[in-house]
């Protein structure tokens, strides 16, 4: 006789996964963290008007993140019919949802001011953008990998992947903050072509840039919690 799991059997009564928004949630976030980037590249090409649009539609989508959270947080389920821990899910979700905020404010720091930049500066902040999104790339990829497992099993082979996919974002997140000494750097090496306040407000921005990795490299760290604790 087949023993019969009581989530499989509930999700099956309510038709729905408690998960699945989840991946709605970081796919929101996904979408404005690349707004984000197209922002960052009109800047350094000294494109005001884009950059200004790009901030409305930037911050659209940070509200629409911000409306599935809420959804989400108004249904999840207790955690005695979960899996996994409910404050643990919900740890993960609201930094997630930080990533979104702090490219939402990456967006608005490029609004308040345009600075001409010398090529190497626009180089190592256009590297830094690069090194950001793919860490939040690699950070919804393991996302989505864990709530896949989170909706089947915790099977060893399973959670091994799970596993070596937060690690890539570990890994990438060093990249970012590599990068962002550099840029820092680059900056400091520049300031008397780019000014006082020049100098101020990019370093405002590779500081905001930095955050954005930084929340998704704490929410990717929320799912390993999720799974060590099986």
Request: net charge negative.
């Amino acid at each position: 006789m087949h023993m019969i799991d009581p989530l499989k059997s509930l999700l099956g009564l309510i038709g729905k996964s408690p998960f699945k928004p989840l991946s709605e949630h970081a796919e929101k976030v996904r979408l404005t963290v690349w707004k984000m980037s197209d922002a960052l590249n009109a800047y350094v090409e000294g494109d005001a008007a884009k950059v200004e649009a790009l901030y409305h539609e930037i911050s659209e989508l940070e509200h629409q993140a911000d409306n599935v959270k809420h959804e989400i947080r108004q249904n999840l389920p207790s955690s005695n019919i979960m899996p996994v821990d409910r404050a643990d899910t919900l740890s993960y979700l609201k930094q997630q949802d930080d990533v979104a905020n702090s490219a939402e404010n990456v967006a608005q720091i490029l609004t308040i001011k345009m600075v001409s930049m010398p090529r190497p500066v626009k180089d190592a902040i256009l590297k830094l953008n690069s090194e950001v999104l793919k860490t939040v790339e690699e950070h919804v990829s393991a996302s989505n990998n864990i709530i896949t497992v989170l909706d089947t099993a915790f099977s060893p082979e399973k959670v091994k992947i799970a596993q070596d996919l937060i690690n890539k974002v570990d890994a990438q997140k060093h990249k970012v903050d590599v990068t962002k000494l550099e840029a820092m750097k680059s900056i400091y090496a520049h300031e008397n072509e780019l000014g006082p306040t020049g100098v101020y407000q990019l370093l405002t921005l590779v500081k905001e840039l930095g955050w954005v990795a930084e929340h998704a490299e704490s929410s990717t760290n929320r799912l390993r919690l999720m799974i060590a604790r099986k």
